[in-house]
């Protein structure tokens, strides 16, 4: 497999316009129910991609879109098959996998010779967290092995507590669970080195303000457990509505570090780990006081290792930003954008990528300040669960917004532009655009986009309306932030080879290797592999 290129190549490449012609690939379409299927790409090995196809249990109508599935116990899997799918998306293995009936929480990590899947399953009032080793062939490694256990007597809306993840470099794997009914907040961790040996374990206690609403859960290569908390509906010149929490590897605290200025408000606080120069960078939309219109962005970068001082930057957009927004047709107020991703160069800088979402036709039900302290609970009846298969993209209407099954084709779910930010090492920005990419859809998974790094540009992948049909479009930017420099792409033409029946979903599309993505797609009543080369 050929690496991938860092976003360093981005910057610093020249695109030539003899590249190769984009190419789309699909699959056969699956028997089983949309609303049931899903497809999870694990790697490409070999020229191979390796795939897990899962069956949920439950009513279709319970489950929705499948890839947003209820945090409720009609999210367990009732059967587990890996394939391998060759360079044309044929599939040349099929076998179903020796997992226990009713699992869920299933993600992987991929190494060399093998992967991982972790998975949890409950056996009467106790919820199990395991980890199998699978060979590239799709046969076990040795058996699986138990991360934890927790007895619950209040089982009845729990289906997975545990959330596991991994440093950047692999070396370090992390299994936590938060239980955020009781206060003070519990949390567990128990980190593991690659060969899965538990090397240390802790009980702790959050008892603080901007400890109700936790979210960024990562790890950095030196084993720092690092999140972010807020306290709901910040008080105007709170200086406590938002903090950094680090728990060091092999220590049975948590250091908080408030790191708002007591100035302004901020929402949806995203989180950067820079491994490289050791550094932590902290991004978010903020607003003179809460529920106040946007202004623009406040970005701290914060040096992991509390060598450096910490530089806090609140970035407001310029005129002009604005009105090219209102150029584009894209609404000029900054209120309906929510950062989506940010994505870090080895020279130390960063971009934020910022897309305006919308909901209809109660946007209030969704207004990026109201947290609803009530709804948290029902995540779970005790536990909140991290997904790691979105944490790159945040959406209004999931997380405590959720709609319930009631709400499903009440609403209509909008996006009317994209906003990339570069900014230097030290913060400081260095050019702004924003991108047209109108979508429309009662599906809410079907919007969303997905970048590409390839021919020294970054490409956004997203669905857009064309002549009263919804196609897979793609737009460029350039390292000095200069869209449409490819000219095989513009906002109004479809991709090459793309059959209109299908639905494809972007945001869910992952990178197998470079210029290439899988991306899940649907024709008629099911679902499908779509392998995309740029």
Known sequence: MKPLPSYAVFLTLIFFQTVQAQKIVYSQPGKGDFNRVRFDVIAKRDGKILVLKVLYTGNPEQIREIYRPPSGPNN???????????????????????????????????????????????????????????????????????????????????????????????????????????????????????????????????????????????????????????????????????????????????????????????????????????????????????????????????DAEGKMEEKKIITVLPDSTLRAIKKEGISISLNDYYIQDLRMRT?????????????????????????????????????????????????????????GPSHLNHFTYSSRGTLVTSFDSAGLVEWVNVLNTTQLDIIDVALGYKTIIANGLLYFLFNSHIRQNTFLTARDIDAAGTLDTDSRFREDMPLRDQDRHYLYFPRLAKTVDAGEVIMPCRRGGFVCLAKIDF
Request: charge should be negative.
């Open 347 to 403: 020279d130390g800088g960063f971009t934020i990528e910022a897309q305006h979402l919308n909901i209809n036709p109660d946007r209030e039900l969704v207004s990026r300040w109201n947290y609803l302290p009530g709804l948290k609970e029902g995540v779970a009846t005790e536990f909140a669960f991290y997904d790691p298969y979105e944490a790159d993209h945040y959406y209004p209407w999931k997380l405590w917004h959720q709609l």
């Open 76 to 302: 367990s899997i009732e059967s587990s098959t890996f394939c391998i799918y060759d360079s044309s998306m044929r599939i040349t293995t099929e076998k179903t996998l020796p997992l226990p009936h009713a699992i869920s929480g299933v993600h992987f990590l991929a190494y060399g010779e093998f992967f991982y899947i972790f998975y949890q399953y409950l056996v009467r009032h106790t919820i199990y967290c395991m980890a199998a080793k699978v060979g590239m062939d799709g046969e076990f490694i040795g058996p699986p092995v138990k991360m934890d256990s927790t007895t619950i007597m209040d089982i009845h809306y729990q289906s997975q507590i545990y959330s596991v993840i991994n440093s950047e470099d692999k070396q370090r794997i992390l299994l936590f669970r938060i239980n955020v009914h009781d206060e003070p907040t519990q949390v567990r961790t128990i980190l593991f080195d690659k060969d899965l040996h538990a090397r240390h374990t802790s009980n702790l206690l959050l008892d603080m303000e901007a400890s109700q609403y936790l979210s960024e859960f990562s790890v950095d290569n030196k084993g720092n457990f690092i999140f972010i908390g807020m306290n709901g509906r910040a008080k105007p010149h709170d200086e406590m509505q938002a903090a950094l929490f680090v728990q060091p590897p092999y220590s049975e605290k948590i250091d908080p570090m408030y790191f708002v200025p007591a100035s302004i408000s901020v929402d949806n606080v995203r989180l950067l780990i820079d491994n490289r120069n050791k550094k932590y960078i902290l991004s978010s939309f903020y607003s003179q006081r809460p529920e106040a219109d946007i202004k623009g962005l406040f970005c701290l970068v914060h």
